[in-house]
């Protein structure tokens, strides 16, 4: 693209913000922005605008104020009556005035612009919930649909091998990490492609990163095999693996079929024990869960206490640790490990 950056619209930078634009244009704009100060500060200014609007992706039912037709009109009345006083007190016509008073023609143009940005914050806060709420619901079927992929990968990785097991976990070295999925996934071509194990609401993230061959991580250095414990299992939490009979061991075919696979991540996992306000992906507290069955369930973490779901993130015990039997599942990100060293 050769557009001057002068030239991007708000329109469009609101596009950006949203995740609404071709993704050609979307990278093309985040490359301006990081080396061009004016544009990155019309993006942040755009994201505070932008910002109020998150906290309504949460709730069952958006009501504007009963009183936001007759406040908007009571600012567009207070900005006429400031105007016809000014025109008053210099004797002169309101389109006569500018031609010898600047400064009060500054101060009614800048009255004018607060308007017309008061009634299209307005506008905003109608538009702004819906967009959202489309796009987040768009991207949502989508992580279910790639959640689906690996999870038929799993299945196919699991029928091949004896045990008929999913992919091992080490309990030390430098497999030992639940990522790893993503390595033997791509070793065994289970895996289509490496974008499956990044959801597309993981807006910021690395979607581009490889994965590697299992030779190629075994045989990189301890820098490299680090940075690739974080992105081998994408934005993607997995099976932390179960405790059975005394013995650790991976998910198998035959065990549960009501049993966590894989699941979105969350972000924090400082108010995990929180009933309310969980940070993930998707927003707060809702996630999209592959159970063993091949189930794929959008969970609403705030409400686990109002089924019989078991917790996806944390053991029976309350830690985020290996599952204590055959019906317990935790999942942990891509660089966690099922002990700790």
Known sequence: MSRNNKSISDETLLGYLLMALPEDEHEWIEQLASTDASLRQRIDDLQDL????????????????????????????????LESASSERSGLSPLSQPLFEGSNSTKLAWLDSLVALAAGVIILCFLLPSVWFSRESARQVTCAGQLREIGQGLTMYAQSNPLQSLPEIDVYGPLSFAGSYGIYLQDKGYLPSSKLVWCPSSAGLDMAQSIPSLQAYLNAPEETQSNWRNTSGGSYSSSLGIIADGVYRALRIADQSNIAVIGDSIISMDDIDSSSDINTIHGRNAVNILFKDGRIQNLRLDRLGESAVDHPYLNIAGKRAPGLGENDACLGPSNSTPFKR
């Open 50 to 81: 932008v910002n109020p609007m998150q906290a309504l992706r949460d709730e069952e039912d958006f009501l504007p104020s009963a009183d936001l037709t007759a406040s908007t009109m009571a600012l567009i009345q207070e900005s006429q009556s």
